[in-house]
């Protein structure tokens, strides 16, 4: 039986009482039941965009990662192309909706919020979890409230038919959705009829051949991290629900007081590398928004959360420890990146000393997603210096205000 209970704690966050309470008992009851072992990686990641960016952000996903274009699955009203790397790291199943009229759950989610609304079909839905017993794990959730899709809503939502899917989360908007399949298995997606789309197979291949070209194609790993901003109330919550939903256990928390902000870790219960199923990190300000004048301090991940509504802020991708020309291989591929014109939010940062070193893309314009990339040197574990942190949130929080402050310039007057 998993212990999720027994990892050692990391950080310097303090925890309500609340917290620390319901975090032991919920961990150990999922334990008991069977609900841990029942529950295994992260399989898929779930993207949609907008009419007519699909293509083009597979070309960038293509550059920027190890993802391979596979398939496409074409339903009534969506493309949803299948990106893998390979059967031990989750796939990439990238959403376009066909027409700009359509209307549903997920785009409501986006057009309450000033700049979520500008791009009203793009936003990261959520993951797929591989399960051993659906019907278990189904039955299990319910009877902790989990409010899942109908069969007839998965369907008409044109997401695959094989998925339990539970609704949006009211913290972090995010879906959970799980997915039987014993190991030996490949994924399987039901869902329209594939085929393999030839304008997306030459943005692919071309894609790839540029990354050999700037010998980066065998320094970018797997996804390390997925990163989820929230509002500041919801920080415990968010956390409890997740290891809910999950076979995950809680890492610890880290006070990034510079930014008024923490940063929250979770990991998979099961595989220690983060490469079989990335970490999944909360950030959440420290206070909430309309007390901050009070103290002077700064909010630049609840301006995020209101700007665009909670949901997942960026995707982490690993470097492969090395050097490339006498640079670290981390420097070599975001100058080999940034040369083909893609921004970066700031230098990297971090050293061989603190044990590892970042950066953080500019957003996509397809999916609004930021692409961190992250080399750690030697044997260091963690998932960030605190100077990195504040660097990095500073960094998304400018181009946030010039985002916002553009949006405003673009409103309706009156
Ligand atoms: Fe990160």
């Known amino acids: 039986m998993a212990l999720s209970n027994s990892f050692p704690r990391q950080g310097d966050k303090q925890n309500s009482g609340f917290f620390e309470e319901y975090l032991e008992r919920l961990l150990q009851?999922?334990?008991?039941?069977?609900l841990t072992d029942m529950i295994d990686q992260i399989e898929a990641l779930m993207i949609t965009v907008d009419p007519g960016q699909s293509i083009r952000y597979i070309g960038e996903l293509a550059l920027m990662t190890p993802y391979q274009y596979l398939v496409t699955l074409e339903s009534k009203s969506h493309w949803t192309h299948v990106l893998r790397i390979d059967m031990h790291s989750?796939?990439?199943l990238i959403r376009e909706v066909k027409d700009k009229r359509t209307r549903g759950i997920f785009r409501s989610l986006n057009e309450v919020y000033p700049i979520g609304a500008r791009k009203p079909n793009s936003r990261y839905m959520g993951e797929v979890l591989r399960v051993l017993d659906m019907h278990g794990v189904v039955e299990c959730q319910q009877q902790r409230q989990f409010r899942f899709f109908s069969q007839d809503d998965v369907r008409k939502l044109e997401l695959p038919g094989n998925l339990a899917i539970v609704k949006p989360s009211p913290y972090t908007?995010?879906?959970?959705?799980?997915?039987e399949r014993p190991p030996e298995q490949l994924r399987i997606y039901a869902l329209g009829n594939s085929s393999i789309n030839p304008e997306v197979q030459d943005v692919y291949l071309a894609a790839k051949e540029l990354q050999k070209k700037l010998r980066i194609h065998d320094l970018i790993l797997p996804i390390d991290h997925l990163a989820t901003r929230i509002y500041s109330q919801n920080r415990e919550v968010a956390i409890l629900e997740w290891l809910s939903l999950s076979s995950?256990?809680?890492?610890?928390?880290?006070?990034?007081?510079?930014?008024n902000s923490s940063t929250n870790v979770t990991k998979s219960v099961h595989h220690n590398s983060e490469m079989y199923s990335p970490a999944k990190v909360f950030t959440a300000n420290n206070t909430p928004y309309f007390v901050n004048h009070l103290d002077g301090l700064p909010s630049p991940t609840e301006t995020f959360a209101r700007n665009?509504?909670?949901r997942l802020h960026?995707?982490?991708m690993a470097v492969r420890d090395g050097e490339t020309d006498g640079r670290e291989n981390i420097e070599h591929v975001v100058s080999q990146i940034a040369a083909q014109g893609r921004g970066f939010l700031l230098d990297v940062i971090g050293s061989r000393d603190?044990?590892?070193?970042?950066?953080f893309s500019s957003a996509s314009e397809h999916s609004s997603l930021i692409i961190e990339y992250v080399q750690r040197f030697g044997d260091f574990q963690g998932f960030f210096t605190k100077e990195n942190v504040a660097g990095l949130t500073h960094a998304a929080g400018v181009e946030e205000e010039l985002l916002e402050l553009q949006a405003q310039s673009q409103a309706e007057p009156g």
Do not use: F, T
């Not at 009851?29 to 069977?34: A, F, K, L, P, T």
């Not at 908007?173 to 997915?179: E, P, W």
């Not at 603190?354 to 950066?359: A, S, V």
């Open 90 to 92: 989750p796939d990439l």
């Open 354 to 359: 603190q044990g590892l070193k970042q950066i």
């Open 29 to 34: 009851e999922r334990d008991s039941i069977g």
């Open 173 to 179: 908007h995010n879906i959970v959705c799980y997915m």
């Open 308 to 310: 665009y509504g909670p």
């Open 248 to 259: 995950y256990y809680y890492w610890g928390s880290y006070n990034i007081s510079d930014q």
């Open 314 to 316: 960026h995707i982490a």
